[in-house]
């Protein structure tokens, strides 16, 4: 477990090391911003993300408003990949509860599950998430509305977790149940990011 969280944290610092020459090339410092990604408009190339004040990758602090909203740069050269956006900010499993981004009342929301089974250190290649013919990952959330039951896998915790809710949560959109990308940012106008940075999609030990 010591050796798994001191290449997490290399990890980490890596991905950090690695923006921040971002930022020296391009000159003067501007700032950096980071968090998870709510929304996506590839058309208009715009992303909300809801800021992440700890910038721990084991444990995040999704917990401020408002929304954060930038214009991703026009130059392919200045975006890594696109983001996945979802509007899961926390799962609980402990108390049984999901965090999400209510986008009708612009607010965060914590509801209570009935958990009908939990898996733990499920890795992102075991056969209960990977799709080893495919070779890629399963589609998460798997959502049966007839047996009202939510499937989700929390890569960063390890765990495929299946439960059920009041019925009025099986309305909202699939990507209620799924956590977006991480992303970073570097500007210098407010709302107007210079350098793009996906995070979740990033592999630093790809050579």
């Known amino acids: 477990m010591r050796k798994y969280n001191m290449i997490k944290k290399f990890g980490f610092l890596a991905v950090t090391v690695f923006s921040f020459g971002f930022l020296l090339a391009c000159g003067e410092l501007g700032n950096v911003d980071q968090g998870r990604v709510i929304e996506f408009d590839?058309?208009?190339?715009?992303?909300?993300?809801?800021?992440?004040?700890?910038?721990?990758?084991?444990n995040p602090d999704y917990d401020h408003l408002p929304p954060y909203v930038y214009e991703i740069p026009k130059d392919p050269s200045?975006?890594?990949?696109?983001?996945?956006?979802?509007?899961?900010?926390?799962?609980?499993?402990e108390k049984k509860q999901i965090v999400i981004f209510d986008t009708a009342t612009q607010n965060f929301k914590t509801i209570d599950y009935n958990l009908i089974s939990q898996a733990e250190k499920v890795a992102s290649e075991d056969p209960r998430g990977y799709d080893a013919a495919a070779e890629k990952a399963k589609i998460f959330?798997?959502?049966?509305?007839?047996?009202?039951a939510i499937t989700i896998y929390s890569k960063r915790q390890k765990i495929l977790t299946t439960f059920s809710v009041p019925d009025e949560y099986f309305a909202l959109p699939d990507d209620t149940w799924d956590s977006g990308d991480e992303v970073?940012?570097?500007?210098?106008?407010e709302g107007k990011a210079r350098r793009f940075m996906n995070l979740s999609k990033t592999d630093i030990f790809k050579k």
């Open 141 to 148: 959330p798997m959502i049966d509305r007839e047996k009202k």
């Open 42 to 58: 590839k058309e208009k190339g715009v992303v909300t993300l809801i800021r992440d004040f700890k910038a721990d990758p084991m």
């Open 184 to 189: 970073r940012i570097y500007y210098k106008e």
């Open 78 to 93: 200045e975006i890594g990949a696109l983001p996945k956006a979802g509007k899961r900010m926390k799962l609980d499993k």
